[in-house]
């Protein structure tokens, strides 16, 4: 019987749980919870892994798994450093392959996925029809379905899930969202997003496959016939670890900057919102692909949500950051300032005219509230305790075995995903007119468009496919895709 199994035995026998900083939390209120990280990579290097290094003393990384068997090595050697010079020796197992890992180990307790964003939906389905809390890396999937699938398990299963729209953790912005909730600007009529481009670049040169490197595995549910370049994937050289990796600007791997960073700025919309949006409309440039370029993502966007009547103008004309303007034209900014989260994101820029962290029409408007209606930062009566670290809310929710203490829940991660999506979609569907368009059932979860709806599906190859996973979990795959009811 796993960890969760035991705990429901003891609630349902009336026994008292063990209890954390008063909070219920079963095994792990004396002992520390297990990760695995799947995907050593620059996110993990430099973000995910530290992030958890952290708290030692309610977690440990016992096990790094990666297609690349050097990087999978160089992790391991990386955090077995880390205890060592924390005084423990500690001995990290290495995988290539996650599936054999959460086979062979069953004292894993959660996973982080620091992978490509065309992974997520297989692996983090996997690794929740075993049980497993997960820790993704934003944005939640790369289709809404996927999305839904992912959301629906981990509801219907009970497990934490944090993604890694990390600004939530920020001050700047839950400050800003909780002003917005609670009617600081009266109604809000526009919402100003600045996400920032792409350029171009990237190879399409034939290269041979490292032998040290699963090239299918990393192409998982993606077209398996495409060639090999390092450009295609992420650089070979583990001095250089911590660059920003090609497939970021590579369709189908991932989407460009409306998914990368709208993964971040349009989820601070979508909270502050609090509502999902009913239509889209815009148009984008495309990348240059002369010669042998390989990238082929957008550079240029310009596009318009409605939102519950506000107008969500997203454009790379916006400094990067979000402004929620009122019916009487006070606005609320919050960006992250000169936060660097890799070495390899863009370098602040200070101009004159820009906005810092936080700002406001009138100083006023960031008077704290006398009264909060609406509390995005608690759930039911408890205080985030942890608010201003990722990890540590996460960690945190682990060991409670409560979903509902992370800053976002499966359920808002794919909500706020598929509003970066919807925009992906419309561009896509403005490609040879003047501007695409497309309206979004919330509820059902469909556009009515079958062109539209078609880029909702999941991608699927062989066995890197959702359908079995979820049949061998118990689970109808045409019921999975859809919301629950």
């Known amino acids: 019987m796993d960890r969760r199994g035991f705990l429901k035995g003891v609630i349902a026998s009336g026994a008292a749980p063990m209890l954390f900083n008063g909070c219920a939390t079963g095994f792990f209120a004396n002992s520390r919870v297990n990760v695995a990280v799947v995907g050593y990579g620059r996110i993990a290097h430099t973000m995910d892994v530290p992030g958890v290094l952290r708290l030692s003393d309610r977690c440990v990384v016992t096990a790094i798994c990666d297609v690349d068997a050097r990087r999978a090595e160089y992790g ?138 699963d090239y299918d595995a990393w192409l ?102 979000v402004k929620f303007i009122g019916e009487n034209g006070d606005w609320l900014w919050c960006t992250r300032g000169a936060v660097k989260v890799t070495p390899s994101d863009p370098d602040p820029v200070v101009t004159p005219g820009m906005l810092g962290p936080i700002a406001a029409s009138k100083p006023n408007l960031l008077d704290p509230l006398t009264e909060v209606k609406v509390d995005v930062l608690s759930r039911g009566r408890e205080k985030f305790l942890t608010a201003n670290d990722h990890f540590e809310n996460w960690i945190e929710a682990v060991r409670r075995e409560d979903p509902g203490y992370t800053v976002s829940n499966a359920e808002e991660a794919h909500r706020s995903t598929a509003f970066c999506s919807l925009g992906r979609m419309c561009m896509e569907l403005s490609r040879g007119r003047k501007e695409g368009s497309l309206r979004w059932d919330a509820a059902k979860e469909t556009t009515g468009d079958a062109a539209a709806d078609k880029m909702l599906v999941p991608f699927a190859r062989g066995k890197y496919d959702l359908k079995p996973i979820l049949e061998k979990a118990g689970y109808d795959y045409a019921k999975m895709v859809k919301p629950l009811a």
Not at 84 to 108: C, H, K, Q
Not at 241 to 246: K, N, S, V, W
């Open 220 to 321: 998982g549910p993606t077209d398996g016939t495409v060639p090999y370049n390092w450009t295609r994937c992420h650089n070979q050289d583990l001095r250089r670890i911590g660059d920003r990796p090609g497939w970021i600007q590579l369709a189908p791997y991932g989407w460009g900057m409306i998914t990368n960073w709208g993964a971040h700025h349009l989820d601070i919309t979508a909270w502050g919102l609090g509502c999902d949006p009913s239509a889209v409309r815009g148009k984008c440039e495309w990348m240059d692909q002369s010669g042998d370029k390989l990238w082929n993502v957008h550079t240029t966007y310009d596009l318009h949500y409605d939102c519950g009547g506000a107008d969500v103008h997203v454009s790379d004309k916006f400094q990067m950051g």
């Open 76 to 213: 391991k050697s990386v955090v077995e450093r880390h205890y060592f010079g924390e005084g423990e020796r500690r001995e990290v197992s290495v995988w290539g392959d996650y599936r054999e890992m959460l086979a062979a180990d069953p004292s894993i307790d959660a996973v982080m996925l620091c992978i490509p964003d065309h992974q997520h939906a297989v692996a983090a389905s996997y690794c929740l029809a075993a049980g497993k809390h997960i820790f993704l890396q934003k944005p939640f999937a790369q289709t809404i379905q996927e999305g839904r699938v992912i959301a629906n398990l981990a509801t219907d299963k009970g497990l934490v899930v944090q993604v890694g729209a990390w600004q939530r953790s920020r001050p700047q912005f839950r400050q800003v969202v909780q002003l917005v909730r609670n009617g600081r600007l009266g109604r809000i009529a526009r919402v100003e997003v600045g996400l920032g481009c792409d350029k171009s670049g990237g190879s399409r040169k034939p290269e041979k496959v490292p032998s040290t490197f």
